[in-house]
């Protein structure tokens, strides 16, 4: 496969991949020419553009520890706490770009979850996951593609395991074993950036028993290969996007363009699986992938928060609130909540440490923290800037009142700022305000990388007990 | 004009009452037929449709003060505690029946506002404005109409007095003073029920100075005046309304179809006239008007919280995580917060008092206070409603999918969810979720009846001074 | 016995009850000359002081169902909706006189729990403990007596029943039941008011089984009842009470001056036994008590916290920080989450209601809401007195060092604040502050009318049901 | 001076030092014998005693960058970000020695701040600060001195400046500048570790004017230079230390046993003045000291935090709730809150960087986030303590009970926990969450290195600024 080096590449690569998307009900032929689809499709981009940049050289690319070759950062696996610490940055650099989710560390956890584990795998079974794993990481960084990490599972009664279910294809699993291969069937849901992704690399959603060994399953494949489905999730206020204008108003759209993907008795070749019945080892994959994809949280979000915030202090100015006492410190509040999420994903990445097939970890408990307060922060962010911004982001008329040759005029004259403002940029900033602080964009927070029930689990085994010792030893 | 009693009269009402409203750059005909305003109607309907069952009819009506006739609560003037009481439980009645805002309340409050409030400015001034308004609320009472509550100006440059915008339309004001009546011009924002209501009752946006005389000012008059233009303001997923269906989330919609009113030089004779350069009367309505507003939303909240918290229950319990101690935990914290913010209105309405005309009025601090709590516990309500309800809120495909002859039993297989479970109930209840805790709906917890600046700083003044002099007897 | 009418009977009735009190491992002869208990004291007595006032003979006093004379209202059975809001204004107005607690609200509602329920049980088991209770009840309205409420036991191991414990005293039983009375052991744990009252009414702390069923138990003694021993418990800073001076902070203590009452083969006549194995019926009178000392807190709570505010609001007076807006803006959140929990209180009783046998009782959801805030807003009206007084609460010289020949001129020197302020009032304010703010008095409003999980479990059961029985109407 | 090394060492050279303390208006002969002190001294000695520990040389000591020697990590100035996160690790291990303040790092970053100001002014003024500064630094370096860092003055009415106070001792300064030193007034307030330090290194306590250049002041003296005079501030429950025996809560005392320092026309010669008069560098010297003291406290207080986490954990398994799921729910809370507080000072030294003169300094904004998380967090865990352990550490009776030959029998019977669990174990647990969540405690995390004001304002200037012009771009 030729090698996706730009914005362009990207997007003909896209059109090129000819896989199965629905949207509404409806099949799309060219998903870069719907507009629905196309504001995901250039925030995604932006992770092949910005790499070409030579100011952002440092953090947008590094240099592949198998072949030496300079790679983009979203295909690398840490090499040390710099590199944990640069993917940081980098994921709040871009979401300056953004303002919006640029889809693509999903894969890049997975990767490293996947590299971390199947090493694991070998040294514990003796199979050869590892090798198979390494020619499968050369081929991504070579060809540049981008990866859905794919672990949730619909999960259907969610009190009962994966063999208990009514319908046994709720959670993914292997329904043949081949010579060459293997036969899944199954969906994974909420896949971010599905649609416009090349390949899906499946991981297990939870731990698994003995019974449910069907259910430990890592392997990936192209979006392109029979059977495989992807259906595109309803976004809040998503016919925005096709109307051209102000009002969708962030043109890089809102979280991640999630979809459900189906697998409807999709083959595998055995070079593209990397764990496949070692039941045993799921729990440790999803943990390893749930904390590297918490340890994101505080940089994408964080730069987010920095437009949000930013787009907050604008439209006070341009109402003549800035100054306001109030005002000034609801901002500072929002600042103070962004760089704390921003601050954790920065510590676990600074307390990460070496594994030992070589790769880097982040600190699970610190990962956790941040992203814990990710799924709090956010909704506070938003909520303040709900506050600054006024009723008015709620209330507004429509683009096409403003250009109506009737109510235009009206519109114009009443909603007004402070001096010098023009109307249009006043209505742009509130309507950037609405887009970023609504209601797909809160959810994402809160269940992306894990409910935080999830996360909550993680802290109340040994950490509690952990500390009961030191407490103990106070007496 | 013929009383309006029936849901059916007040439809019929709307359609005979040929105002200028524009929705989306494009006039409306008849709003009754227009998909993107007829949820308001239905929602707004039900004031008229509940006051004729018997069970509800103690809260629902009342016996007018004035006439002995029986009345709709809505055009009541309180007479007692058990009046002011009686209004919140009908607000949280309706508020399970709508889980959305059924708008009536602000004309409501404008009345009492207008009423204690010409009462006092006759006091002082040796005007006729309460006989005025006497007559004008025997005709509400009577004809039953809906009236809008007119508050909020466009207000420019917020750092500005209404003297010294760029534009002396931003607040509205007299612009002419005849014989007959008052040339008015100028705009109200953010007003509920704008477009299915049939007269307006303007009140000043704040308290105005001796040079801002031509702002104090307050009058009605039927929104089918001349001059009259009303621009319905554009809402969170608006364009799911237009669809037949389930992704609607909520047939009666969101908030309070919230419209931008203009009045392009509009005459209102001086019998509708109850308020008119009494500059020093301005504030004293703005905070009686405010008071009996912040009123009512632990009422009106509770209630359609009330239903986010069903919502969230039964999608618990369709995914098979009601049991859950966690999820128990949030619900309990949810309905926690829900009392609370209930707890506040009847509080007030228990502390309220005798005003010189006879009228009750509520207790204004704690008022506030229940106001102020909304601003919070709304938001956190729906952030324990997208915790427990899950990332599929922000991710579900559209009914278009559900409902394709191709991809519509992948969508049935997968968002299987308890055994028994429809997968229609289980879509419906999450887009129920999804329209109540999304963007409009939490701006306007927050702004409605005054910005959290507003209110607090109504307890800045006097209510520190208060305590301060408390804790001096102390020493 | 006779009547305690003024302050110096309660004093003297004190003096003359001999009971057996202990106090950091030494019996205490005269409780009244103790200055460790002396606060307290007089704390309580402003409950007989207060009543006297013809100002508040209102709130204070009210006249017997039972016998038509004019009774102090701490002995009252609540007979209407104004009795349930009068007891919670009474609370506030005492708190402004102490700041602290007044002690007396336990055996309040301990009466009145335990008239409508022994009211129930005869209605269920033809017993005759109503009329045994009434004629309780008349004693204790004539005499004046203040009474402990006895409900928390010790409860040694909590995951087990009291039957289960190790020592089946853990929990407060009947050991012999004889023809005349009962002999009862075990011991009440954090008894408000212990050792300054005159006799205790005794309840189960919890519902029973039918195999607990000599831990049913509902009875009435005086406290110089032999077998009866008083510990009083450790508080904050309690040796400064020792001192004279400004160092202790506040002149009523803090806290209720809780006790550990023993009880070793205490012997109570049957017509002081108002309950005595109807296991059944333990939990109702539990949750009974809770609901109406629940009732009570945003009362008690919301009268203190006036005072720490305006204590808060001096100190930023004296220290030249009153105008700055950040201090204005914390002393109106202070006042706004004080006012939240008056409301509680106050809407709990605006929705009480009469039961069967005529007393008056406050809506339990409501009251559990109110006391529930309470445990959050006490602390955070706690932490913003901090910000706000400084860092000079936690660093203050000693009042030995103000008064010091050597080192006095010093500290009257650099603790001087603004102008004209003498130094002794700055530190006489920061004292109080310190008192109201510490450790004692926040675990008070924790832990007080039941703990968190006990109130939350009240909710999670119906309640939840209820609302998710409300969304489903709306599918 | 001899080389301090041992606790020992450490303790002696505070007798040695005659230094003049007042305690409760007495002049206190020997500090290391008094009980009010020395659990500060012990304290503060494991800075000296854990330093010798092999195991933990790395974290405790460092290599002196102009000497080459080794030395205490307390007095070192950071060499690399490596550097910065040793320094909040090793605060995190002596926390959970101490489970209290230790004290030393005020003079740490004392040192660190006058640095690197001191070689800014040289740059910019071209005077000798730095080399005088180095010398000063070797002579602490070799002698391993405590410091107390000097920064906050007493300052009267804060709303005037230095010169503008009725008295101008309220703010340290110069009173007369002769040939070989200059003469001071003044006083440092909540000086922490004051009295068991061996010198001081004054800072001026804001940013000054031009006309307040002689309050522009840094030097450094020894504690027992003339007129000097220390006394040492009431604490919580400090009576208790005076007791032998558990109901002190912890062998450490509580906080920093904070003191105010006068200073009464102290001689302080050149070559120990680090700047004089250059009024514009002040307000950087305040801002690095911040930054740095700032950065301490998610080490400090997430070490202190783990104690009472455990302890917490460990008085719910003695009295039998480990198990329940919402005690569970809220230690993970617990855990989280301390872990959010510890990513935030390990992010901003992650974030350090080198500054002209060769010293690493952490991220301001980082730290300041993590100081303003402080404010708060640590009164929720204190709360959160206080809802597990129970009512019971309000109210616990006196150790002198406990030993009471009249009623020990009784507090050990009543106040048994689960099976196998001394009561004497139960209750010292209990004593020390009462002392670590108490009124003191919560104080300090409030007030310690700047109140949340201050650290807010520096919010509220360019970073608002900042993410506006971010903001803007997205236009």
Redesign the interface.
């Known amino acids: 496969m030729k090698r996706i080096v730009t914005k362009e590449d990207y997007v003909q690569s896209l059109k090129d991949l000819h896989h199965v998307v ?6 799309v032929e060219d998903i870069t020419e719907h507009p629905g689809i196309r504001p995901h499709i250039d925030a995604a981009a932006l992770t092949y553009e910005l790499a070409l940049r030579p100011e952002y050289e440092d953090l947008m690319t590094a240099t592949s520890h198998l072949t030496g070759r300079k790679i983009n950062r979203f295909t690398h696996i840490h090499q040390s706490v710099d590199d944990l ?1 640069k993917k940081v940055q980098m994921l709040r650099l871009i979401g ?1 770009e953004t ?1 919006s989710c640029f889809q693509r560390c999903v894969g890049f956890d997975a990767l490293n979850a996947t590299y971390m584990t199947s090493y694991d795998i070998d040294q514990k079974y003796k199979t050869d996951y590892f090798e198979r794993f390494k020619k499968y990481l050369i081929h991504v960084q070579d060809s540049n593609v981008m990866l859905v990490g794919g672990m ?1 599972d ?7 395991a994966p063999t208990k279910q ?2 046994p ?2 959670f993914t699993h292997v329904v043949e074993r081949k010579s060459d291969g293997i036969i899944i069937r199954g ?1 994974k ?2 896949m971010t950036g599905g649609v416009n992704s090349h390949e899906i690399l499946i991981m297990p959603t939870q731990a698994m028993r003995e019974e449910d060994k069907d259910y430990a399953l890592v392997c990936a494949f192209p979006l392109n290969t029979p059977g495989v ?1 992807l ?7 998503e ?2 996007k096709f109307e051209e204008g102000m ?1 969708a108003g ?1 043109p890089f759209g809102l ?1 991640g363009g ?3 993907i ?1 697998f ?1 008795n999709v083959f595998v070749p055995w070079e593209r699986v990397f764990l496949c019945g070692e039941h045993d080892m799921a729990g440790i994959l999803v943990e390893r992938f749930a904390t590297m994809h918490r340890q994101n949280y505080g940089g994408c979000k964080g730069g987010v928060s ?9 439209a006070a ?1 341009y ?3 800035a ?4 005002v ?2 609801k ?2 509040e929002m ?2 909540l962004a ?2 999420i ?10 990460g440490y070496k594994t030992p097939c070589g790769a880097y970890y982040p600190d699970p ?2 990962a ?3 992203k ?2 990710v ?2 922060h956010i ?2 962010i ?2 303040l800037a ?2 600054i911004a ?9 683009q ?5 040759s ?3 005029r ?2 114009k ?7 010098g403002i023009p109307v249009e ?1 006043r209505m ?2 509130l309507r ?1 305000i ?1 887009n970023m ?4 964009a ?3 927070s ?3 990388a894990g ?3 999830r996360r ?1 689990s993680c ?2 085994g040994w ?13």
């Not at 259906?231 to 206020?237: K, L």
């Open positions: 629905y949207y509404n009900g409806k099949r610490i300056h303002g949730t619909p999960k259907g009664d969610r009190s009962l009514l319908d294809d709720l969906a849901a909420h489905v259906i595109f999730g309803r976004q809040t206020n016919e925005r009002d962030n979280v999630e979809a459900l189906i409807d920095d437009i949000l915030i930013g787009a907050t202090a604008l100015e109402q003549g609130t100054s306001a006492s109030h000034k410190e901002l500072a600042i103070h760089e704390t921003y601050a954790g994903s920065v510590a676990c990445s600074a307390m408990l610190l956790n923290t941040t814990h307060n799924t709090r909704y506070e938003a909520r709900h506050d006024g009723g008015i982001i709620a209330t507004m008329p429509f096409g009142d403003l250009e109506s009737e109510v235009g009206y519109v004259k009443y909603l007004a700022g402070a001096k940029a742009k900033i950037l609405e602080s609504g209601g797909t809160l959810v994402e809160m269940h992306g409910s935080p029930q909550r802290m109340e950490e509690i007990l952990n500390r009961r010792n030191a407490g103990r030893k106070r007496l």
